[in-house]
C-alpha cells in the first residue's frame, strides 16, 4: 500500500560501527525520503549508537525497514513509526494540580497525546476530570490487600490498552507486579529533585535539611522505587522563611510543567532509555 | 570613648515574645542611632527570633548593649560589630578553580575579607597563592599518620587566629577533632547538590544515576560530613552527551561562584545559623 | 465592634524619618496584637520607606489606625485589611493557557482570589469558562469603533467592582480612557522579558534577533503600553533550532505560572508601588 | 604527507539539499576516519545547512575536502581544523572580573586559546596582567582623535594576528574601521540581557525600569552596537532592595561566566554565523 506524503519518525539505537550515519542516511536517500530533521549520539562509554530522524515523503516502510535490517548489527532496535497522537492512562490519588494541567492540555491537544481514562483511588479528582469528558474509575484501595486493589487498578488500565500510563501523583507505590507490565511505558513525577529526598514526604525532608532549592523530576518507573531513567528535572529556590507546607505549594507548579515537559518529549518519541538513563534529543 | 560615626550591625537571635521588635528599635531609637537597614525573621515551628539591623550614628556600643540586655530573655544572643574585613585561612588540594577565584576577589577587596593563608597537602597550588603575595603552607600528608597530618594543619591554621576558615576543594576528610575548633567558622564547598550525592565522587555518582541537573553547595562543616548547614546552592543542566568529566569541568564554575556568594552572606554578618539550618538575610 | 480573633494584614508607606519601626512596632504591641511577619524597607535613593506587617489579635482596627495616624508623617498611606479573599475580573482573547490556569487555580482555591467573570472579544474561551461556572461576557469588536467596544467592556468589567482586572492573554491594546479606572489595579501578562521586544509579536521579534533566552514579565499597567510596574519576570533557555512558533510555545508556560506568581503576590497584599517600580515582601 | 592520527573538526554550511548528510558521512567513510560527534541543522526558514563532524582517522585533508568539493553545492562554506589553541588578543579597560576570569583560565588551560597580550586604555590591570606573564600594552586615549586612539590599538591587536579580539569588558565604542578588520573573530560581553538596555549604563537603566531579573550577553560585535550575534546569555534574579550599584556588582559574576562560556563555544569551532544569528552545536 502505497503511503501518503507524511511525517515519519525513525528511531535506530545498536553498538556503534564506523559507517552508520552514512548507511542509515543512505536507505533514506535511495527511498526518496526528505530528511527534516536528523540526531544522533554516540554513547562512548558503552559503545552505543542512537539515531532519531524525522523525515517525509512517498517511501514505503517496508522497504526502508527491509534496506536498514540488512545493513545494520543484528542486535538493533528498529522503529518507524508517524507521528500518531498517544493513548494514556493517567493514574491520580487527591492532589489535583498535574491532573488538571494534564486535561487542559488534551482538552487543546497541547501534548501529542489523548487521555483515555483517569484511575484514582479517591473520589476526589472525579467532578473536575468528568468537566472535561473524560472517564473517571473509582478505585479505592480501603477494605482491601494490597494485591487486590492492584489487581483491580491494573486491569482498569490495561481495558484501554495505552500506549503510556502517567503517575500524576499517585501516591501509592507500585509493586513490580504491576510496573512490569508497561517497561519503559510508566511515567511517574516525584516531587523532589532526585536522588534527593527518596520516599514519602521529599517536601518535609527538604524543609527538615534546610535546602536552598526544592525541585521535582519525572521518570520512568521501575522495579525500584524513585530509581528509574530520569527524564527531566527542574528547580525552584527556597529560603529559611518557607514551611514545608509552602514549599509543596510552591512546588507544585514546578511539579506540573517538569511533567507535561518530559511527557512532550516522551509523546514526541525523542526519548531513548540505555540502562538506567534517558538519552533526548529535544 | 566616642565612638566615630560609622556602620555596626546588631544581631541578635533569642526565642520570641511579643513585641521584641518594637523593644530593641527603641532602645536603637533612644541612643540616637540610624537605621540603615532592618531584617527580622521568626521561626514558628521552633518559636525563635532572628534579628539583623544595620545602622550608623553617634551610639556608644556599651550603652546599647546594655539596655538590650536590660529587656531581653536570659537565653539572648547578641553581638554588634563594625562591618571590619574578617580574616580568612584557605585550605585546598590540587584544584585551582575556587581558589583562584577568592585570590583575585581578595586582591581586588570584592569581598569583606582578608586572606590570611592558604595551607594544602599539596604544591600543585603554590605558585598561584605567591603569585598573590598570600603565604602558602604546604603540609604533606604523605608518610603521616592522619593525626599527626591533621595535627599540622590545625597548627598552621590557628597560628593565624582567622575569623573563618574555607575549605575550597580541600579534598580530605576533617575528623571532629579539626571541625570541633571552628564551630559555625569553617565552610566547606560541596561539588553536588546536597543531599544528592553525599561523600566521593559525587560528578561520577551523578553521571550514573543520569540526573538532568548538577549543582554546588556551600555550607558549615560540623562533625558529620557533608551534613552541615547548607548556605548556598545553585545548579546548571546537563544531558546525556555529557560525561563525568564534562559534568565536572562545567560544574566548576557553579562550585566557585556558590562559594564566593555564600562568603560575601557570611562575612557580611548575614547569616544566623540555628540547629541545622541557615536563616539569611540576604 | 469587638473583631474577632483573626488575621490582619497592615502596610504603611510614606517619607521615612527615624524611629518608625519602633513607632509603628509600638502601636501594635499597646494593642495586644500579635505579630506575625514584619517586613519593612527604606528606599535610600527616594527616602521612602515601606512596612508590611502580619499580625493576630483582638485590637480594634480603628484604635490601631488612630494610634497610627497620631504619630506619622501626613503624607503617609495607610492601609490595614484582612486577609480576604478578592474579587477579580479577567480579560481575555483567544489563547487559553493563561486562562485555564487561573481558571484551575480558582475552582480550587490556590489563589487568594474570587473569578468573578470572564471578558472576551472572541467566543474561542466561552465553554472552558463556563465549564468553570464563572459567567463569560462576549463582546465582540467587530463592526464597532475603538471607543464603543472600550466602553463595553469597561461597562462590563466595571458591573463587578472588581478588586483586580486581569489580562489574561488579552490582546487588545486598552486605552488610558480605560486603564485609568484601574490605577495600580489592572495586571497583564506580557510575552516578553520586559524591556526587551516590547509591542506586538515578542517571539517573533526575539527569534529575528536570535536570542538565547526568552521570558514573560507580569506587569500593572499604566497608560503607557508595556511600561507600568513590573512584578515578577521569569524565562527559559532557547537555542537555533527553535521557530517563532516553537517559542510561543514554548513561552506558554512561563507565561501562565509568570502571571500566577506575580498574582499571588498581589493578591496577598506583599506588593506596593512606588513611582515605577514595585516594593514585593515575599 | 601523512598525517598523525589526530582529531579534525570538520564544518560545513551551505544551502540544503537532499541527501547532504548522507553524501558528506560518505566521503568520510571511505576516507577511513572515525566520527566521533556529528551534529546537523537545516534552518527550514533559509533553507540552509549547517554540519559539524569531530573525526579522527589517518586519512589526508586535501582527499577529504577534494572529495566535499566535488559533491556539494558551489555556495559551501567547508572548513577542516584541528583541535589546535586559538591565538586570542584582549581588550580591557578598568574593570579586573572579566580579565582576571579569563587569564586564570588561560593560565590553566581551561579554554582552548592562548592569550598573548592584553590592551588598555588604562594602566589598572598592567600589574595583573603582568602577574601571569601576558604583555600588557597601555594605548591611553587621553590627548588623541578617536581615530589616532584606534589605529594604535588596532595596530598592537594586528602586531599579533590574532585568531580572535575579546572585549573584557573594554568599554570603549569601537568604530566601523575597526571592527570591519576581524569580521567574526570580535567578541563582546555585553552587562544587560541583550536586546534590552543597548548602550551605556544598563544597570542604571535596569534600576531606573524596576525590572525583576538582570543579565549579560556574549556577541559578536559588527557594525552596529550590541546587534551582533548572540552567542551566549545567562540572567539572574534582583529586587527592589538592590541598587544600581549592587546589580552591577552581582553582574560581574554573570558576565564572566557568561563570556568564558561563549568563548568555549567559539574556540572549539561549534558556533556557526548565520546573517545576524549563530547555530551553535553544544
Same mark, same amino acid.
Given at each position: 500500500?502505497?503511503?501518503?506524503?507524511?511525517?515519519y519518525i525513525?528511531?535506530?539505537?545498536c553498538?556503534?560501527?564506523?559507517g552508520?550515519?552514512?548507511?542509515?542516511?543512505?536507505?533514506l536517500?535511495?527511498?526518496?525520503?526528505?530528511?527534516i530533521?536528523?540526531?544522533?549520539?554516540?554513547?562512548?562509554?558503552?559503545?552505543?549508537?542512537?539515531?532519531?530522524?524525522?523525515?517525509s515523503?512517498?517511501?514505503?516502510?517496508?522497504k526502508?525497514? *527491509?534496506?536498514?535490517?540488512?545493513?545494520?548489527p543484528?542486535? %538493533?532496535? =528498529?522503529?518507524?513509526? !508517524?507521528t500518531?497522537?498517544? &493513548?494514556?492512562?493517567?493514574l491520580?490519588?487527591?492532589e489535583?494540580h498535574?491532573?488538571?494541567?494534564l486535561?487542559?492540555?488534551n482538552k487543546?491537544?497541547d501534548?501529542?497525546?489523548?487521555?483515555q481514562?483517569?484511575?484514582?483511588?479517591?473520589e476526589t479528582?472525579?467532578?473536575?476530570?468528568?468537566?472535561?469528558?473524560?472517564?473517571?474509575?473509582?478505585?479505592?484501595?480501603?477494605n482491601?490487600?494490597?494485591?487486590?486493589?492492584?489487581?483491580?487498578?491494573?486491569?482498569?488500565?490495561?481495558s484501554y490498552?495505552?500506549d503510556?500510563?502517567?503517575?500524576?501523583?499517585?501516591m501509592?507505590i507500585?509493586?513490580?507486579?504491576?510496573?512490569?507490565?508497561?517497561p519503559?511505558?510508566l511515567?511517574?513525577i516525584?516531587?523532589?529533585?532526585l536522588p534527593?529526598?527518596?520516599?514519602? *514526604?521529599?517536601?518535609?525532608?527538604?524543609?527538615?535539611?534546610? %535546602?536552598? =532549592?526544592?525541585g521535582? !523530576?519525572?521518570?520512568?518507573? &521501575?522495579?525500584n522505587?524513585?530509581?528509574?531513567?530520569?527524564?527531566?528535572?527542574d528547580?525552584?529556590?527556597?529560603?529559611?522563611?518557607?514551611?514545608a507546607?509552602?514549599?509543596a505549594?510552591?512546588?507544585r507548579?514546578?511539579?506540573?510543567?517538569v511533567?507535561?515537559?518530559a511527557?512532550?518529549?516522551?509523546?514526541?518519541?525523542r526519548?531513548?532509555?540505555?540502562?538506567?538513563?534517558?538519552?533526548?534529543?529535544?
Amino acid at each position: 500500500m502505497e503511503l501518503q506524503k507524511s511525517t515519519y519518525i525513525l528511531r535506530i539505537d545498536c553498538p556503534d560501527q564506523k559507517g552508520l550515519v552514512h548507511k542509515i542516511t543512505g536507505v533514506l536517500y535511495h527511498n526518496d525520503s526528505n530528511v527534516i530533521r536528523n540526531d544522533e549520539f554516540v554513547d562512548h562509554a558503552t559503545g552505543h549508537f542512537f539515531m532519531r530522524t524525522e523525515f517525509s515523503g512517498q517511501a514505503q516502510p517496508s522497504k526502508i525497514l *527491509n534496506g536498514l535490517h540488512g545493513m545494520l548489527p543484528t542486535q %538493533v532496535n =528498529i522503529s518507524l513509526t !508517524t507521528t500518531q497522537t498517544k &493513548n494514556v492512562v493517567i493514574l491520580a490519588t487527591k492532589e489535583h494540580h498535574c491532573l488538571s494541567d494534564l486535561l487542559i492540555r488534551n482538552k487543546f491537544k497541547d501534548l501529542n497525546m489523548n487521555v483515555q481514562a483517569v484511575v484514582s483511588n479517591h473520589e476526589t479528582l472525579h467532578e473536575l476530570t468528568e468537566k472535561f469528558d473524560v472517564p473517571f474509575h473509582l478505585i479505592s484501595h480501603e477494605n482491601k490487600s494490597r494485591e487486590t486493589h492492584e489487581a483491580e487498578v491494573l486491569a482498569a488500565v490495561q481495558s484501554y490498552q495505552p500506549d503510556y500510563v502517567i503517575l500524576a501523583k499517585y501516591m501509592r507505590i507500585l509493586s513490580p507486579e504491576v510496573t512490569s507490565h508497561f517497561p519503559n511505558r510508566l511515567i511517574n513525577i516525584h516531587h523532589s529533585f532526585l536522588p534527593a529526598f527518596i520516599g514519602a *514526604n521529599p517536601y518535609k525532608q527538604a524543609f527538615e535539611r534546610g %535546602v536552598k =532549592i526544592i525541585g521535582a !523530576t519525572a521518570h520512568f518507573v &521501575n522495579e525500584n522505587l524513585d530509581e528509574g531513567p530520569i527524564i527531566m528535572q527542574d528547580v525552584i529556590r527556597i529560603d529559611h522563611s518557607q514551611t514545608a507546607a509552602d514549599m509543596a505549594r510552591a512546588g507544585r507548579d514546578v511539579e506540573k510543567i517538569v511533567l507535561a515537559k518530559a511527557l512532550k518529549l516522551v509523546l514526541e518519541d525523542r526519548v531513548f532509555i540505555k540502562d538506567n538513563k534517558t538519552i533526548i534529543f529535544e
